[in-house]
């Protein structure tokens, strides 16, 4: 293996770990605005506030969620 296929292949793994967090934060943040958005509504309050509530869930389970797919390669 050339160093330049390896270098290629460990960004690879690192890109490949990272997307679902970072997209799991994304749509935590999206969720957040929307609920933020409907309860400016007093029509929408309740739904609002769930949707934000579980926006913040999301977005904090995200942030903190450990990383399996490290001990899958490792061999563990």
């Known amino acids: 293996m050339t ?5 290629i292949r460990h960004v690879a793994d690192i890109v490949e770990r ?3 967090l970072i997209a ?4 935590g943040l999206i969720m957040m605005a929307v609920g ?3 309860t400016a509504s007093i029509v929408l309050l309740p739904e ?3 949707v ?4 913040v869930a999301i ?6 969620a450990p990383d399996f797919r490290s001990r ?5």
């Open 24 to 27: 799991i934060v994304i749509v």
């Open 36 to 38: 933020l958005g409907m």
């Open 3 to 7: 160093p330049i296929s390896h270098s």
């Open 72 to 76: 899958q390669h490792d061999g563990h």
């Open 59 to 64: 977005l904090v389970g995200g942030v903190f």
């Open 52 to 55: 934000a509530l579980l926006g």
């Open 18 to 20: 990272a997307f679902p």
């Open 48 to 50: 609002g506030i769930v």
